[in-house]
């Protein structure tokens, strides 16, 4: 893939994503940085997940208020917007010219759907920051490979916790890893959030049949009545 000098000094490739509608989404990944600035493959089954979704239920996320968390290139937050849904895709001060890049350059896509993607700074471990967001009644929060590093797994599920509400769907996906402190954080993870939420697998029927891979995993969770 060739190098691209993009804007705020950032070495880019570009991944081209064309979706199910015709629509083709420009993704900027970096060429150099941590492990937010590529598209994973978990953030790929989540995209065809979704796709899927709206052609099942046409129209299905127009209007629906999405967060976002840790959201990387924003690829999922992209096409969320693209179907017409209201984003505000977060992840920490560092991130976000990366974000900014890629809503840049698919903004059209959001303008001929009705949709909107807006970027905005959110650290899981200071309570300031999460006050601007706990105004908004989100109808769904995206997790995806966001626990990584056992420091973050408790402010994550914090920041859950305060943001969602008894009718928030909450989509988490994951790659399984097998080694070192990702593994830690993630058996950390989900014995904790079974004390806040129901945690359900997504069928298998429900996912594209090309994006199902024993290593990733696709999950829902709603808060315990």
């Not at 809503?103 to 059209?108: D, L």
């Not at 995206?142 to 599920?157: A, F, G, H, K, R």
């Not at 004390?195 to 709603?222: G, K, M, N």
Request: glycine share 6%.
């Amino acid at each position: 893939m060739e190098e691209v000098e993009a804007s705020h000094g950032l070495k880019t490739f570009v991944r081209e994503m064309e979706l199910n509608s015709g629509v083709c989404l420009t993704v900027h990944q970096q060429c150099v940085g941590d492990v937010g600035g590529v598209v994973w493959d978990s953030a790929l089954a989540t995209c065809k997940l979704l796709e899927l979704r709206e052609e099942r239920e046409p129209h299905c996320f127009v209007g629906k208020r999405v967060l976002e968390l840790g959201a990387g290139t924003g690829v999922c937050s992209l096409l969320l917007a693209s179907l017409g849904a209201q984003v505000t895709a977060t992840d920490l001060d560092e991130q976000l010219d990366l974000l900014r890049l890629n809503v840049s350059v698919n903004e059209t896509h959001f303008n001929k759907s009705g949709g909107s993607m807006r970027v905005e700074a959110l650290d899981w471990n200071c309570e300031q920051s999460l006050k601007k967001f706990s105004a908004t009644s989100f109808d769904m929060i995206l997790i995806v490979d966001c626990v990584y590093y056992e420091s973050s797994v408790q402010p994550l599920i914090d920041t859950i916790c305060a943001l969602a509400s008894a009718h928030t769907e909450i989509l988490c996906a994951y790659e399984e890893r097998n080694l070192g402190q990702p593994q830690l954080a993630q058996k950390r993870f989900f014995e904790q959030i079974l004390s806040h939420f129901v945690v359900e697998r997504v069928p298998v029927q429900q996912q594209h049949p090309d994006y199902v891979c024993e290593d990733i995993h696709l999950l829902t969770f709603h808060q315990k009545k």
